[in-house]
């Protein structure tokens, strides 16, 4: 077993890093980095475990990539940061505001990593981050923008391109999900995908054979069982077992009071039928907050069948904050380390799959992403 | 000519004040990039639209295009307009 644990946390205001030996009792904080920027994602490349990307930007200047292969000791940035192509002469063109999402490509093709922006756009670099291509043709392909939207539609900080996965078995297979467009499946590595919305609803009185009006949160491949992906969705939780094409709405067996719409999806690394949630408040106006303020994770052992609260350590009320599509994760370890970041800037963990939880950090800016690796 | 550069770009030049080259804005900015490099695309994007946080003065005078013509006595100051919590 790999000896040290690097989660990285992205906020608002900047990454730290958080390293841990052994047991995960104790832990030694390494930041901030960026202070001040706004960091949406901050990966370590599981294939080489000292390679990191972080994703930047500031409120005032463009997006960027930073990279660092000293396990986050020093960063440079990105020669070519990923970019939309440049529109014809009279034409719009899109402009990359953030990057939102990066996936580390597959084991088999070191250096080869995938984007995801806002507006949504799918980029990929072949020399570990330091220059990217508008790589996949949905970036300019009339129906997918279609699906797409503009930056007026949806989440409040505009449409994002999320939940790049590529399947451990095949690098041809992809999934990405998009906040306005739905999911979709890719059999060539990306360059083309087609949509894999069939049995999801829609926000009442939309037509859920459209993919435009489909609002994935989060979607999660099984590593131990790559054909089945779970999804917290804006309109419930839902399974889906390939070469089946629709999806199960798994989440109608959580308790009603508490509903089945949150951000985050969580799978277990080895146990494919173990899966985790964050709800949240959903009802009326969306508050984004824990259920009547009563914070609390939430596991199916059964592949959605039945599903247990789990709070214990957790504030039991008067506790406001929720947790973000990106800032919950597993470890690898057995047993499973669970993490979650909150938008109030606390990081909780727990040791033993969910069951008790302690808080790492509190007062940090509000967390937009987490991640567990293994260091080298 | 001069050019002012704002804190938030000082990671790229090192300096608050430098001295770059270029008859358009546009021009100033590919002299920039050249010995800075990505310090343009945090400024300009990839439609070649100068960022809505940014903002070039040309002795006092707000400059919106990257076409626009520059003098060598010119002086070129880079601001950013800070927004946001």
Known sequence: MPSRILLSVATRKGAWLFRTEGARRTWRVDGPHFLGHIISHVVLDPRDRRTLLAAAKTGHLGPTIYRSTDRGRTWKEAARPPAFAKAAAGEPGRAVDHTFWLTPGHASQPGV?????????????????????????????????????????????????????????????????????????????????????????VVEGFDRADATFHDPHCVRLCPSDPDRLYQ???????????????????????PKRVGDIGFPMVVHPRDARTAWVFPMDGGTVWPRTSPEGKPAVYVTRN???????????????????????????????DPV???FGTTSGELWMSGDEGRKWR?????????????AGELA | ????????????????????????????????????????????????????????FVGGEQVLELASPLGAGDEVVIVQALSGG
């Open chain 1, 232 to 254: 917290q969705n804006h309109c419930g939780i839902y399974r889906l077992d390939r070469p089946a094409s629709k999806w199960v709405r798994i989440g109608k067996s959580m």
């Open chain 1, 113 to 201: 990593w995938f984007a995801g922006t806002s507006p949504q756009g799918l980029f990929r670099s072949e020399d570990g981050g330091a220059t990217w291509e508008s790589w996949s043709r949905i970036n300019e392909d009339p129906q997918y923008r279609k699906w797409m939207g503009t930056v007026q539609d949806g989440t409040p900080d505009g449409p994002k391109l999320h939940s790049i996965i590529v399947d451990p078995r095949d690098p041809a297979r992809m999934l990405i999900g998009m906040s306005g467009g739905g999911v979709h499946e890719s059999r060539d590595g990306g360059r083309t995908f087609a949509p894999l919305i069939d049995g999801l609803e």
């Open chain 1, 359 to 371: 808080c790492l950090a509190r007062h940090l800016p509000e967390i937009y992403a987490l991640e």
């Open chain 2, 1 to 56: 000519m001069k050019v002012l550069i704002p804190s938030p770009l000082q990671s790229y030049t090192g300096a608050a004040r430098v001295v770059a080259h270029g008859a358009t804005l546009a021009a100033l900015l590919e002299d920039l990039e050249r010995r800075f490099p990505g310090i343009r695309f945090r400024m300009v994007d990839e439609q070649d639209r100068i960022r809505r946080h940014i903002r070039v």
């Open chain 1, 303 to 333: 592949g959605g069948s039945t599903w247990q609260r789990q709070g214990a350590g957790l504030p039991q009320k008067h506790a406001w904050w929720t947790v973000k599509r990106q800032a919950m994760c597993a470890d690898a370890r």
């Open chain 1, 337 to 339: 380390g669970l993490y």
